[in-house]
DNA sequence: CCTACCGATCGGTAGG
DNA sequence: CCTACCGATCGGTAGG
């Protein structure tokens, strides 16, 4: 009694959460030991488990905590008033800021979902298919009001999903251009690639 | 004597590579073991090491087999006498048909890579950076010659690699399209994205 | 949060 | 190509 941490589990969990992320970045989640987890952290591998149930736990939290995310904004951002191409634009911008922000957790939950085990797996599976579902469905709009060049919608919500996972990349290398430069070069090469 | 498999050693270690891109992509490299590999060729693990001389072996060979394949396509289009853009064009186009056609290796190779031991793991990243080098002046001399928009040409790169490399979730889905209409889509949306 | 430990599984080898 | 086996490492638990 009265020692001198009293901090939350939660923030003692959110950085167990952030040193698993980059764990699983460097090592990939299969490979990613709990020992070396808790070397990181700076505890015993057997104490980590008063934080977490178990290793697929780490992973499921990471993964929902992103795509919870972007469900949120997709529904907000059809809620907008502005044009169908406004709306992509945004979409998309939102996409690479998120990527630049909080890159660890995105790069895991897109590289390492499918070690993630049921039910998770399936939830993510769907929740996954259903977002790219509502941005094929706004392309699909914006071809019909002549906005957007005629395409398959689906093929044209993977390209730019996958584009903007290249983000890693830029993140990887020394940066030389900034987030913001970035982002715009984005936007001209994809909206640019759509627009009619 | 007079056995009736006289199937060469280099059929029997092609079989083995292609069972062992697709347990790879199932699972990833870490994930993979050597007694389901085995399992899936017909064998016994311990067989296994008549054919390979140990799991990284397979990585390998699966890695560079797709990584010459691409130094000498790029080499071949330099010398080509057409347009920055048509060369960035034939060269996207072949990423796209490299994908289609040679799924499962060029999966694990773009996704499972960091998983290489040295020297082979140097020795990979050196030639991806000097991939992306070649393709980004493609782009840069496109710029110069006023065929394409202003940008960063290593982000364009990074930006199209990545979008090729979503034909992986094309390629797991119902194919709803076909490849060559899955070509020209991308075509439409990087080529138009470029284009100035 | 730790020490001590478990059963399972791994990549790989010896020897035939 | 197989049987038999090795040391190492894994995720996780008991008990304090």
């Not at 795509?67 to 904004?73: G, M, P, S, V």
């Not at 998120?98 to 895991?108: A, G, Q, S, T």
Request: aromatic share 8%.
């Amino acid at each position: 009694m009265g020692r001198i941490k009293t901090i939350d589990n939660t923030s003692r969990k959110d950085f167990i959460l952030k040193k698993a992320s980059s764990l699983f970045i460097e090592k990939g989640f299969k490979a990613a030991s709990m020992r070396g987890l808790a070397e990181v952290v700076g505890i015993e591998a057997a104490s980590l488990y008063n934080h977490i149930k178990n290793k697929n736990e780490l992973l499921h939290e990471i993964c929902f905590r992103v795509a919870n995310r972007f469900h949120e904004k997709i529904e907000s951002i059809e809620a907008e008033p502005c044009s169908t191409l406004e709306k992509i634009e945004k979409l998309l911008r939102f996409h690479v800021q998120n990527m630049v922000l909080h890159f660890e957790e995105v790069y895991v939950s897109d590289r390492e979902w499918k070690y993630l085990s049921e039910p998770y797996l399936s939830n993510f599976h769907n929740q996954r298919k259903a977002y790219r579902k509502r941005f094929a469905s706004l392309i699909e709009k914006g071809i019909l009001d002549n906005e957007i060049k005629k395409m398959d919608a689906a093929t044209a919500v993977l390209i730019m999903l996958h584009a903007i996972g290249g983000i890693e990349s830029w993140h990887r290398s020394k940066q030389k251009i900034s987030g913001k430069e970035l982002e715009e070069n984005i936007i001209v090469i994809l909206v640019g690639g759509l627009k009619k």
